[in-house]
């Protein structure tokens, strides 16, 4: 198996040992799940199904970003708390994936549920040296880690613009540089408060995924994902504090999934351009959703258009209607899932072979487009 590497940019082997370690960065639960959404989690489903047909065990982690500014902003707004909104959307954004047949994961831990072991985790990285406190706030000195940059590639002036895009607050007077980031900070007067050896606070955004997958996996993950948007900061600055904390390489493989638009934009819950996953399951199949998020590839973006659930759900019956005889098509669809994730070539090659009326019932299972 072949899969394009973020860091190394390039097309590389993936040669994970029998077990293979994912951690796969989850929803922010503040609202429903759109398209954009299931493209990434779909996209590691069909990669979990072909390690495991490839002989793998496979444990994959996705965790759910339960103490978040966008969270607290919603529940503000909603007049609710904050954990009963998350725990609402959380539930059906599980539903929508049980829907479009995702394999459960092996777990999905809350951001909540680790303000212990992100404590210490903070606390390894300032013994180690690599962070400082100002202001009441702890911060991750990026100047100690000359490797940061390497997982995105991105120049400095991009961090920056990415990181003011993002919420990075490069003009926080009591950083020593513009890309030093939070590891904890003061509340809101609204918002949770825990309390920490360097103040009263919470955890900023990029510690809870690495303190999530040192204590769900170890010090090293076979391949860490998410959606491109998340290169940088996010997994850049997780993986500068986890190397920073453990002295060990956090990810052998870094591997991300294009954005989704509508109407010239990346689908995206602050702009409103959405396609929600339950709003398309009340009039179409699942699988031929399922089917229309497979037919881009992983690393291509692609623009939601009217006649993707049409074409797909003509797709689905073409392929129902084959005959039981299987005809030996789901080799080529393995060999294709091979190279770097071709599911737009997996696709054609079962089109092609139901066209003619053959068996195609156990490839489509390999996709996981079911009976």
Not at 8 to 28: D, H, M, N, S, W
Not at 278 to 287: I, S
Not at 323 to 331: P, Q, R
Request: one cysteine or more; aromatic letters at 8%.
């Amino acid at each position: 198996m072949r899969l394009y590497d973020t860091a190394r940019q390039a097309v590389v082997p993936f040669e994970p040992g029998e077990g293979v370690l994912i951690y796969t960065c989850g929803i922010t639960p503040y609202d429903a799940t759109h398209l954009g959404h299931a493209s990434t989690f779909i996209t590691y489903d069909v990669l979990q199904r072909r390690l495991i047909d490839r002989g793998h065990s496979v444990k994959c982690v996705r965790n759910v970003t339960d103490v978040d500014d966008p969270l607290f902003a919603k529940a503000r707004e909603l007049g609710v708390h904050y954990l009963d909104l998350a725990a609402g959307e959380e539930a059906r954004f599980e539903r929508d994936l049980e829907a479009l047949n995702a394999l459960p994961v092996h777990s999905t831990p809350r951001a909540s549920s680790a303000i212990a072991d992100i404590r210490g985790f903070i606390g390894m990285v300032l013994d180690r040296g690599f962070a400082y406190e100002a202001g009441g706030s702890v911060y991750f000195d990026v100047t100690k880690f000359p490797s940061f940059g390497t997982v995105s590639n991105y120049s400095e002036e991009r961090m920056l613009d990415y990181a003011r895009e993002r919420g990075g607050n490069v003009d926080d007077p009591n950083k020593r540089h513009p890309l030093d980031f939070v590891l904890w900070h003061p509340s809101l007067p609204d918002e949770p408060s825990w309390d920490a050896m360097w103040g009263a606070g919470r955890p900023g955004w990029h510690i809870e995924c690495s303190a999530l997958a040192l204590r769900e996996l170890g010090t090293t993950i076979d391949l860490h994902g998410g959606g491109s948007d998340l290169i940088f900061p996010h997994h850049e600055c997780e993986r500068a504090q986890s190397e920073a904390a453990t002295g060990e390489p956090f990810v052998k493989h870094w591997m991300h999934v294009a954005m989704v638009y509508m109407d010239g934009h990346k689908m995206s819950k602050s702009l409103g351009n959405l396609v929600f996953v339950d709003a398309l399951r009340k009039e179409w199949d699942p699988r031929a959703i399922r089917l229309g998020i497979i037919e881009h590839h992983y690393r291509r973006e692609w623009e939601w258009e009217d006649t993707l659930m049409p074409r797909n759900a003509g797709r689905l019956a073409a392929w129902l209607a084959c005959s039981h005889e299987e005809s030996g098509v789901v080799d080529d669809v393995r060999a294709a899932l091979d190279d770097d994730l071709d599911t737009p070539g997996a696709l054609a090659l079962i089109d092609e072979a139901a066209a003619k009326g053959l068996g195609v019932h156990e490839a489509m299972q390999l996709l996981g487009v079911h009976l």
